[in-house]
């Protein structure tokens, strides 16, 4: 499974059924589950722990020191999650001790080619970075978010669960959950209809959250008056009570 030409050094722990491709690199202090697949010219160094059923392939950067000026060297870590893909050259990069010292990464999540992930981010499960799409440090990104390609995130946003980020966004604020965004700097243009729509949203509740999205966005009210009545509509769809709290929890203001 692990082919001659590539280099595993002392310190890396591979399970049973981890596949290596040639020349490709795993550092020490690497950690990789069974059923991984890790293509031809691929770098991977540590300390980076890899769960099960994940695909690197070729030319893929995981692990490697963080881009920030103030890195010393301290061991900080990559955590990623199982049945993950990152497309070719797919760059991963660990946290910093001015964080939590850990990038996270979930499960189910794709990462299209040429996308970067910074330091300290943290990913949910099912999120989608198409093609040269880029995460600033200490992003968060939620479940089922997806960023087309070449969007970008400018360091300490959040992107809310179900969002849709089109190709070529530049995004300086976090965008609440369930909505679409565009332009630069991106602005809200409704919301995720299709994306819930796919993943089994009934009727009442889209049309739920576009009431709320209208209050939000177009009916002149403050944020605090919007949230208000935002927090009085979920009393009757639990699905916008994941729309409150984010609009809570923002520390960079939305998109709005």
């Known amino acids: 499974m692990i082919d001659p030409r590539a280099v595993i050094e002392a310190g890396a722990e591979l399970d049973e059924g981890v596949?290596?491709?040639?020349f490709s690199i795993i550092g020490a202090g690497v950690e990789i589950a069974t059923g991984t697949e890790i293509g031809p010219h691929a770098v991977i160094r540590g300390p980076t722990?890899?769960?099960?059923?994940?695909?690197?392939?070729?030319?893929?950067?995981?692990?490697?020191?963080?881009?920030?000026?103030?890195?010393?060297?301290?061991?900080?870590?990559?955590?990623?999650?199982d049945r993950n893909v990152f497309r070719e050259s797919c760059t991963v990069h660990r946290g910093t001790v001015q964080d939590?010292?850990?990038?996270?990464?979930?499960?189910?999540?794709l990462f299209m080619a040429y996308t970067h992930v910074a330091h300290d981010c943290v990913i949910g499960n099912r999120v989608i970075l198409a093609n040269a799409s880029s995460l600033g440090g200490h992003v968060r990104v939620d479940d089922w978010a997806i960023l087309g390609g070449f969007a970008i995130v400018h360091q300490f946003c959040?992107?809310?669960?179900?969002?849709?980020?089109?190709?070529?966004?530049?995004?300086?604020?976090?965008?609440?959950?369930?909505?679409?965004?565009?332009?630069?700097?991106?602005r809200p243009r409704g919301i995720n209809s299709e994306g819930l729509q796919r993943r089994g949203f009934d009727a009442t509740s889209i049309q739920t959250i576009k009431?709320?999205?209208?209050r939000l966005y177009l009916s002149k009210l403050k944020l605090s008056q919007a949230l208000a009545e935002i927090d009085e509509m979920a009393t009757s769809d639990a699905a916008l009570m994941l729309l409150g709290d984010f609009l809570?929890?923002?520390?960079?203001?939305?998109?709005?």
């Open 158 to 186: 959040r992107i809310g669960a179900h969002s849709f980020a089109a190709m070529g966004s530049v995004i300086t604020r976090d965008i609440p959950p369930y909505v679409t965004v565009g332009g630069h700097p991106a």
């Open 49 to 81: 722990r890899i769960g099960r059923d994940n695909r690197i392939f070729q030319f893929a950067s995981i692990g490697e020191d963080p881009q920030d000026m103030k890195y010393a060297g301290e061991p900080t870590r990559l955590e990623i999650g």
């Open 100 to 109: 939590q010292g850990i990038t996270r990464i979930g499960d189910d999540n």
């Open 211 to 214: 009431r709320a999205y209208r």
């Open 248 to 256: 809570r929890e923002s520390e960079r203001s939305i998109v709005r």
């Open 19 to 22: 596949s290596v491709g040639p």
